[in-house]
C-alpha cells in the first residue's frame, strides 16, 4: 500500500473509537478512588479507577500519534500553504470558541459544587475580571496548535529516515525510547502540573514525542506498510500490553509525576517514565494490529463518526460535569449512575450535533468542520 496516495480507514475507525472512549473515560473518572478530576463522587468503585488507568495509558498519545500522521499527510498531498489553512481553520476557530462558551462551565460547575450561588452569568463575568481559570478539556487544542506550530518551524524534522529498514516491533521499540528519553530530560527540569500559560510542560513534550513519531511514520512509509502480526505474535503482543499495564498502573500510584525525581527517586523515575513510554506504544501498536484486522472499511457510519469527531469532543465534557453534578446527590449504585451517565452524554451530544451544529453552516465552521 502506497501511503501517499491511499488513505488507510482503519486508522480513521481508530481515531473515531479513541474519541468514544473518551466519553466513557469521562463518566467514569467522576467514580474513581484515586484519580483528581473536577468533580468526584463520595462513592467510588476500584474498578472504575483500572479502567480510567487504562484508558490514560494509551488514548491520549495514540491521539497524538494519529494527529502528527495526518498532519503530515496533508502537508505531503497539499503543501504547507493549504496546511496551515485547515489547521487554523479546523483547530484554532474551535478551540476559541471553546475558550469562551464551552470551557467556563467545567469551572462554574466546580464552583456550584463547592456550593457557590452565584449564577453561571455572574461567574462568567467574574471569571474573565480575575482572569479565567483554566482551559478544560480543550488544553488538547491547545497542545494540538502549538505541535502544528512545531511541524512549521522545524520543517526539516520530517526528512528524518532514521527508522527506515527495520522490522514493525522493533521501530516501536525505538519510538518508545524517543518518547522516554525526551520526557526523562523535560522531567529533570518541570514536574507534572508545574503550568506556564496553561501549558504543563511535562505532559507537553511526553505528548510531542507521539506527534512527532506520527510525522515519521507517514513521510517514511512505515509501520502500516508492512505486514500484519501473525495471531501468536499477537497474543504476545496483548499479553505484554498487559502485563506492562499492571507494572503502569502501580508505579503511577507510587510515584507521583508531581514530585521531584531527585533525593533517591532517580531510578523508580526513570523506570516510571520508561514503562509509561513502553505502556503506551504498546497498546498502540495493539489497537493499529487490531483495526487493521477488523476495521479496514469505511461505510455511512463511519464517515459519520469521522466527520463529528471534533464537535462531539466539544461538546460532550461540559454535558459529563453537568451530568455528574445533577446525579451526585441521587442515592444509588455508582454503577447504575456511571451508566445513566455515559448514556445520557452519548445521547444529547450527539443530539446536539445533529439538530444543532450539522445542519448550520455557521456552526459547522465554527466546530472545525469542513
Same mark, same amino acid.
Given at each position: 500500500?502506497?501511503?501517499?496516495?491511499?488513505?488507510?480507514?482503519?486508522?480513521?475507525?481508530?481515531?473515531?473509537?479513541?474519541?468514544?472512549?473518551?466519553?466513557?473515560?469521562?463518566?467514569?473518572?467522576?467514580?474513581?478512588?484515586?484519580?483528581?478530576?473536577?468533580?468526584?463522587?463520595?462513592?467510588?468503585?476500584?474498578?472504575?479507577?483500572?479502567?480510567?488507568?487504562?484508558?490514560?495509558?494509551?488514548?491520549?498519545?495514540?491521539?497524538?500519534?494519529?494527529?502528527?500522521?495526518?498532519?503530515?499527510?496533508?502537508?505531503?498531498?497539499?503543501?504547507?500553504?493549504?496546511?496551515?489553512?485547515?489547521?487554523?481553520?479546523?483547530?484554532?476557530?474551535?478551540?476559541?470558541?471553546?475558550?469562551?462558551?464551552?470551557?467556563?462551565?467545567?469551572?462554574?460547575?466546580?464552583?456550584?459544587?463547592?456550593?457557590?450561588?452565584?449564577?453561571?452569568?455572574?461567574?462568567?463575568?467574574?471569571?474573565?475580571?480575575?482572569?479565567?481559570?483554566?482551559?478544560?478539556?480543550?488544553?488538547?487544542?491547545?497542545?494540538?496548535?502549538?505541535?502544528?506550530?512545531?511541524?512549521?518551524?522545524?520543517?526539516?524534522?520530517?526528512?528524518?529516515?532514521?527508522?527506515?529498514?527495520?522490522?514493525?516491533?522493533?521501530?516501536?521499540?525505538?519510538?518508545?525510547?524517543?518518547?522516554?528519553?525526551?520526557?526523562?530530560?523535560?522531567?529533570?527540569?518541570?514536574?507534572?502540573?508545574?503550568?506556564?500559560?496553561?501549558?504543563?510542560?511535562?505532559?507537553?513534550?511526553?505528548?510531542?514525542?507521539?506527534?512527532?513519531?506520527?510525522? !515519521?511514520?507517514?513521510?517514511?512509509?512505515?509501520?502500516?506498510?508492512?505486514?500484519?502480526?501473525?495471531?501468536?505474535?499477537?497474543?504476545?503482543?496483548?499479553?505484554?500490553?498487559?502485563?506492562?499495564?499492571?507494572?503502569?498502573?502501580?508505579?503511577?500510584?507510587?510515584?507521583?509525576?508531581?514530585?521531584?525525581?531527585?533525593?533517591?527517586?532517580?531510578?523508580?523515575?526513570?523506570?516510571?517514565?520508561?514503562?509509561?513510554?513502553?505502556?503506551?506504544?504498546?497498546?498502540?501498536?495493539?489497537?493499529?494490529?487490531?483495526?487493521?484486522?477488523?476495521?479496514?472499511?469505511?461505510?455511512?457510519?463511519?464517515?459519520?463518526?469521522?466527520?463529528?469527531?471534533?464537535?462531539?469532543?466539544?461538546?460532550?465534557?461540559?454535558?459529563?460535569?453537568?451530568?455528574?453534578?445533577?446525579?451526585?446527590?441521587?442515592?444509588?449504585?455508582?454503577?447504575?449512575?456511571?451508566?445513566?451517565?455515559?448514556?445520557?452524554?452519548?445521547?444529547?451530544?450527539?443530539?446536539?450535533?445533529?439538530? !444543532?451544529?450539522?445542519?448550520?453552516?455557521?456552526?459547522?465552521?465554527?466546530?472545525?468542520?469542513?
Amino acid at each position: 500500500m502506497t501511503l501517499a496516495t491511499n488513505r488507510l480507514l482503519y486508522l480513521d475507525n481508530l481515531r473515531s473509537f479513541a474519541l468514544l472512549l473518551g466519553l466513557v473515560f469521562h463518566s467514569a473518572i467522576v467514580y474513581t478512588e484515586s484519580v483528581g478530576y473536577a468533580i468526584k463522587s463520595v462513592e467510588t468503585s476500584i474498578w472504575f479507577d483500572h479502567f480510567c488507568y487504562f484508558i490514560h495509558a494509551f488514548r491520549m498519545p495514540l491521539f497524538f500519534f494519529l494527529s502528527g500522521y495526518f498532519s503530515e499527510m496533508v502537508w505531503s498531498r497539499k503543501g504547507w500553504k493549504i496546511y496551515l489553512n485547515t489547521r487554523s481553520t479546523r483547530l484554532l476557530l474551535p478551540f476559541l470558541i471553546g475558550v469562551l462558551f464551552l470551557a467556563p462551565i467545567q469551572y462554574y460547575i466546580m464552583h456550584r459544587n463547592k456550593a457557590g450561588q452565584d449564577s453561571y452569568l455572574e461567574f462568567y463575568i467574574q471569571n474573565w475580571i480575575r482572569g479565567f481559570d483554566g482551559l478544560s478539556h480543550l488544553w488538547f487544542l491547545q497542545y494540538l496548535i502549538l505541535y502544528c506550530i512545531i511541524l512549521v518551524l522545524f520543517s526539516n524534522l520530517r526528512e528524518n529516515s532514521f527508522f527506515q529498514k527495520l522490522p514493525n516491533w522493533l521501530i516501536f521499540f525505538k519510538y518508545a525510547c524517543i518518547s522516554f528519553f525526551i520526557t526523562l530530560l523535560t522531567n529533570l527540569f518541570f514536574l507534572k502540573g508545574t503550568k506556564f500559560l496553561h501549558i504543563d510542560p511535562y505532559l507537553f513534550f511526553f505528548y510531542l514525542s507521539f506527534f512527532l513519531v506520527g510525522i !515519521f511514520s507517514y513521510k517514511n512509509q512505515i509501520v502500516f506498510s508492512g505486514k500484519s502480526l501473525t495471531k501468536f505474535q499477537l497474543l504476545v503482543l496483548f499479553i505484554v500490553s498487559f502485563v506492562l499495564f499492571i507494572v503502569f498502573e502501580s508505579i503511577e500510584k507510587s510515584d507521583p509525576l508531581w514530585m521531584s525525581p531527585f533525593w533517591g527517586r532517580e531510578l523508580k523515575r526513570s523506570m516510571h517514565i520508561a514503562i509509561a513510554s513502553l505502556v503506551a506504544w504498546s497498546l498502540i501498536y495493539l489497537f493499529i494490529e487490531i483495526f487493521r484486522r477488523i476495521s479496514n472499511w469505511e461505510n455511512k457510519f463511519s464517515i459519520y463518526l469521522r466527520e463529528s469527531s471534533l464537535p462531539i469532543y466539544l461538546i460532550h465534557h461540559p454535558i459529563s460535569l453537568a451530568l455528574a453534578f445533577l446525579l451526585l446527590p441521587i442515592e444509588i449504585s455508582v454503577f447504575y449512575k456511571f451508566f445513566i451517565q455515559t448514556s445520557l452524554v452519548f445521547l444529547l451530544s450527539f443530539w446536539i450535533y445533529d439538530v !444543532f451544529i450539522l445542519p448550520s453552516t455557521l456552526m459547522r465552521k465554527l466546530m472545525g468542520m469542513k
